[in-house]
């Protein structure tokens, strides 16, 4: 057992006071040792120490301010999806939680317990997820090499046909620039058999989605449109709908001035709704053509300053 793991099984069991004051018995005990240097010549403890002991005074500062189990339980939530938010580093965040868990949690009744258990959901949300195609990589890569150059990448020729280039600066300008976290396949998707499972997984559990919308976007069916496939399953997600009703949190960017000039002269029936829903969110559509990275660097913040309130707004609706 690693220090970090034998210091959150005993902070889980006792106060920082029992643990820390006095002669640290109890330390010396969990470790098997006779002194507190012998402690220190243990590999990874004084780090393990510090970190479990500074979580472990967050966590017992909680009942302080929060007496009842269900504030407990929101206010819990609240500080690790901050944390989250924050980008605190996983292992201390993963820390705290397993101290929320082993120490306040334990106590709550079982009503309090099972609200913690869904609630809990709301830590592996992520501020966006980008909807895009691959099946026209190299003509868009083409139509968009010098704003995808401005932005740093260098398209490969291994690639360039089958990798869509411009989907890569839209999430480098929303994670790097903007500092939100988002779901991007060629980064994020595990390699397995239940990708749909994944995908649909990250669609529902992100707080906006952004579509970047080119003529390939609308092909028809066979094979599967993830494009659409993406698009329903987030705007059908009726959980998230209960919170927000009917407030937007679709964003658009096209590879032309207008959908007009993008769309094809015939679409599948199914995709009506998905078409009229673009259109009807005009106004807040991102155009690319003859877009530099300084100037769409401001407009991608205009859409990150919304993200932003939209997951302020869902994360106390969803606690509520």
């Not at 009842?68 to 201390?92: G, T, W, Y």
């Not at 480098?172 to 649909?200: A, M, W």
């Not at 990275?293 to 991608?300: C, H, P, Q, V, Y």
Request: aromatic fraction near 10%; proline fraction near 4%.
């Amino acid at each position: 057992m690693s220090p970090t793991e034998r210091l959150i099984e005993l902070y889980c069991c006792h106060t920082k006071i029992e643990i820390e004051e006095g002669d640290g018995r109890k330390l010396l005990d969990a470790f098997g040792v006779n002194d507190r240097h012998d402690l220190l010549q243990i590999r990874g403890y004084y780090d393990a120490y510090c970190l479990v002991s500074e979580c472990a005074s967050i966590v017992q500062a909680i009942p302080l301010r929060c007496p009842e189990p269900d504030e407990q339980v929101r206010e819990s939530l609240r500080l690790l999806r901050r944390m989250v938010d924050q980008r605190v580093e996983p292992f201390k965040t993963e820390t705290l939680q397993r101290l929320v868990e082993g120490r306040l949690r334990k106590g709550w009744p079982a009503s309090q317990q099972a609200i913690y258990d869904e609630k809990k959901e709301i830590l592996e949300w992520r501020d966006f997820f980008v909807s895009y195609t691959n099946r026209d990589a190299s003509v868009i890569n083409q139509q968009f090499q010098d704003l995808i150059k401005d932005c740093g990448f260098v398209i490969s020729k291994d690639s360039k046909h089958v990798s869509n280039y411009l989907a890569r600066v839209i999430t480098r300008h929303l994670r790097r620039y903007q500092n939100l976290s988002g779901f991007y396949d060629e980064n994020d998707l595990p390699v397995g058999d239940n990708i749909t499972k994944d995908v649909e997984r990250f669609c529902t559990n992100s707080f906006a989605l952004i579509q970047v919308i080119e003529p390939l976007t609308f092909e028809m069916e066979p094979p599967p449109n993830w494009c659409f496939q993406e698009y329903t399953w987030f705007t059908e997600n009726t959980r998230m709908n209960k919170i927000l009703l009917d407030k937007n949190r679709h964003f658009f960017i096209l590879t032309d001035r207008e959908l007009s000039a993008i769309e094809p002269a015939h679409f599948d029936d199914k995709y009506q709704k998905w078409r009229a829903h673009i259109i009807e969110l005009k106004h807040l559509h991102i155009a690319l053509n003859d877009e530099r990275n300084i100037t769409l660097r401001g407009k991608i913040q205009q859409i990150a300053k919304q993200i932003v309130a939209l997951r302020s707004e869902i994360i106390e609706r969803w606690l509520a």
